[in-house]
């Protein structure tokens, strides 16, 4: 299945640099169209189908709240009324997010905003409307593989068999290679929110998943008072 997101922002400089983050992280599989302002995003969705929405508030002509409502209310779309959208704005009041919130908005990113913030709750947007997370079909760092399809892991050109946390872990740290990635978003992500042990418990499995891996178990490296780095 190809995934269509439809971003409307009016900042040219905005548009191209979560156009380049985008391709960079998804594959061919999954198409970023753009438009300037509400009023040819408005257009689009009349007469094409878009899995998620992310749109600017304050934009020329149809701003990004009157949009919202207009699409929340349409039955005559290509777009379903109920595609997860997700708002871009500078306005950060809580009266402007209940605001949007009550005219049906999934989730906010507030201007100045981070891409991989803005990229995880796309994912998690897509995810929770029953769609597969969108990525390559194979994490590729350095010496490690994991094919996404058929959940099977190879190690310097070995098959390798992992416990279902550690797999969890590999799998998280791949999609994140190079980021620096604490102990608590571990727990949290992993173990879930309502996991009330101590953070010991994610070096433990580092540690097995290091053994697991062999050498290439090197690549996940850790960093001192922070957390762990899965690097090339």
Not at 8 to 19: H, K, R, V, Y
Not at 154 to 175: I, Q, T, W, Y
Not at 207 to 221: D, E, S, V, Y
Request: hydrophobic letters at 40%; glycine letters at 8%.
């Amino acid at each position: 299945m190809n995934y269509r997101i439809l971003l409307a922002e009016d900042d040219p400089q905005i548009t191209e640099i979560i156009s380049d983050y985008f391709s960079e992280k998804t594959d061919e599989c999954t198409e970023l169209v753009c438009v300037p302002d509400g009023t040819s995003a408005l257009e689009k969705l009349t007469e094409e189908e878009f899995h998620l929405l992310i749109l600017d508030v304050m934009m020329p002509g149809i701003d990004g709240f009157s949009l919202c409502r207009e699409i929340r209310s349409s039955k005559n779309s290509a777009t379903p009324a109920d595609v997860p959208l997700l708002f871009l704005t500078a306005r950060a009041r809580e009266e402007d997010l209940l605001y949007g919130y009550a005219l049906g908005c999934d989730d906010y990113i507030i201007k100045p905003f981070s891409l991989a913030a803005l990229y995880a709750k796309c994912i998690a947007l897509l995810k929770r409307a029953g769609g597969t997370v969108l990525q390559k079909a194979e994490l590729v760092c350095g010496d490690i593989r994991l094919d996404l399809r058929t959940l099977e892991v190879n190690s310097g050109g070995n098959d390798v068999e992992l416990a279902p946390k550690e797999f969890a872990l590999l799998r998280f740290l791949m999609e994140h290679k190079n980021w620096v990635v604490s102990r608590e978003m571990l727990l949290d992500r992993i173990w879930g929110t309502d996991y009330f042990g101590g953070d010991r418990v994610v070096d433990n499995h580092i540690k097995k998943l290091r053994k697991a891996l062999g050498n290439p178990g090197g690549q996940i490296k850790t960093v001192i008072s922070k957390g762990y780095k899965l690097t090339e």
